[in-house]
């Protein structure tokens, strides 16, 4: 099956900082990976999906790459909105099952 | 706006079949444009994904799971549902159902979850 790595599991910043969040993948997985928030006692919510493409409504400050095996979740610069915990799902394999990362949660410096 | 909302028993004795039902409003689950998903999280852990279904009744299961999970549509009521088998204290977790959007089975729309116990 296909493993998501997600690193790092925590990280500290400050308000106006460049974050990224990496998922590695333990096989090709194509564009097929999505990137979530979920804040405490909140459903996730969707930020990126295909790797590059924002969802509807999300802000431009996020944004996601990708090389090889490797993606990137990018906050150009922290808001204050924008402490909570933060996975990876891979969508490439439906037989598989849908795998998410372990989550990276972003706490204030 | 789509909508998704989770119904079901908040407490479940062990070895007794956990069912759950999310019922869909804004969005047609005959329609066949999308999956419809399950989900979980303990508390203070991650995502687990659970399976999906197709309006057809078609599914794909988590293969961990798969020998004890059951999901189902019902297109009349705009419901899906949830059935997991023979539950234990490690099945107590939040729920949650969500639309897959087309292509990328990204999780586009999420009900707000909800809270299933399993205790005695």
């Known amino acids: 099956d296909i493993q998501m790595t997600q690193s790092p599991s925590s990280l500290s910043a400050s308000v106006g900082d460049r974050v990224t969040i990496t998922c590695r993948a333990s096989?090709?997985?194509?564009?097929?990976l999505n990137w979530y928030q979920q804040k405490p006692g909140q459903a996730p919510n969707l930020l990126i999906y295909g790797a590059s493409n924002l969802q509807t409504g999300v802000p431009l400050r996020f944004s996601g790459s990708k090389s090889g095996t490797d993606f990137t979740l990018t906050i150009s610069s922290l808001q204050p909105e924008d402490f909570a915990t933060y996975y990876c799902q891979q969508s490439y394999s439906t037989s598989e099952g849908l795998t998410f990362g372990g989550g990276t949660k972003v706490e204030i410096k | 706006q789509v909508q998704l909302q989770e119904s079901g028993p908040g407490l479940v004795k062990p070895s007794q079949t956990l069912s759950l039902t999310c019922t869909v409003s804004g969005d047609s689950i005959s329609s066949g444009t999308y999956y419809w998903s399950w989900i979980r999280q303990p508390a203070g852990k991650g995502l687990e994904y659970l399976g999906r279904?197709?309006?057809?009744?078609?599914?794909n299961y988590n293969p961990s799971l798969k020998s004890r999970v059951t999901m189902s549509v019902d297109t009349s009521r705009n419901q899906f549902s949830l059935e997991l088998d023979s539950v234990t204290a490690t099945d107590t977790a939040v729920y949650y159902c969500?639309?897959?959007?087309?292509?990328?089975?990204?999780?586009?729309?999420w009900g707000k979850g909800t809270t299933v116990i399993v205790s005695s």
């Open positions: 096989q090709s997985i194509g564009n097929y």
């Open positions: 969500a639309r897959l959007g087309a292509y990328y089975d990204q999780m586009d729309v």
């Open positions: 279904v197709y309006a057809s009744g078609s599914t």
